[in-house]
T-cell receptor
Framework: AAGVIQSPRHLIKEKRETATLKCYPIPRHDTVYWYQQGPGQDPQFLISFYEKMQSDKGSIPDRFSAQQFSDYHSELNMSSLELGDSALYFC????????????FGPGTRLTVT | AQTVTQSQPEMSVQEAETVTLSCTYDTSESDYYLFWYKQPPSRQMILVIRQEAYKQQNATENRFSVNFQKAAKSFSLKISDSQLGDAAMYFCAYRSAYNTDKLIFGTGTRLQVFP
């Protein structure tokens, strides 16, 4: 079965640079969620989108922005990167009628040096 | 605000034995969902099992079952006939049924399985 696709899988950036993470949900899934998992931490919810509209917002820094496109894929844009942004970034997707079934992608490991 | 607590940072079990991972949560809501996610060394987050709060019957998925005690706000995971592939970090998570998308995770329990 098709799963959530995230790209790139690994990314190394320097402080103050920008990064763009991409997420392609499972086919027919229309809701996308972003989570950040720091080293040794549990995942923290950042933001979610349904039908290209932001549906919920968590602890996402103002330096980060995200959007969902007409094909339902989503991009997380991160600017003025800080060392503390180094983390595993997960994207998850679900069907609007089944939001309790969030399926996670493999994650993008971002390292800021 | 809702919180999820996993009081066991690490657990171990022998292959073919049974192990129970604990999870408690705090909420004032009456309707919500509870989950167990598995995160193996690959770091992929895999949904293991889900429980709807309005259902009294405990969820079961093959070797995985939960003991959901709503009044006690307890949601433990039992793994029967443990296998080496069960070794992973296990996260308990909560999701409100009211106008929010976010999953709230506990701090995780690392499960080791010994042959």
């Amino acid at each position: 079965a098709a799963g959530v696709i995230q790209s790139p899988r690994h990314l190394i950036k320097e402080k103050r640079e920008t990064a763009t993470l991409k997420c392609y949900p499972i086919p027919r899934h229309d809701t996308v969620y972003w989570y950040q998992q720091g080293p040794g931490q549990d995942p923290q919810f950042l933001i979610s989108f349904y039908e290209k509209m932001q549906s919920d917002k968590g602890s996402i820094p103002d330096r980060f922005s995200a959007q969902q496109f007409s094909d339902y894929h989503s991009e997380l844009n991160m600017s003025s990167l800080e060392l503390g942004d180094s983390a595993l970034y997960f994207c998850a997707s679900s069907l609007a009628g089944r939001p309790y079934e969030q399926y996670f992608g493999p994650g993008t490991r971002l390292t800021v040096t | 605000a809702q919180t999820v607590t996993q009081s066991q940072p690490e657990m171990s079990v022998q292959e073919a034995e049974t192990v129970t991972l604990s999870c408690t949560y705090d909420t004032s809501e009456s309707d919500y969902y509870l989950f167990w996610y598995k995160q193996p060394p690959s770091r992929q987050m895999i949904l293991v099992i889900r429980q709807e709060a309005y259902k009294q019957q405990n969820a079961t998925e093959n070797r995985f079952s939960v003991n959901f005690q709503k009044a006690a706000k307890s949601f433990s995971l039992k793994i029967s006939d443990s296998q080496l592939g069960d070794a992973a970090m296990y996260f308990c998570a909560y999701r409100s049924a009211y106008n929010t998308d976010k999953l709230i995770f506990g701090t995780g329990t690392r499960l080791q399985v010994f042959p």
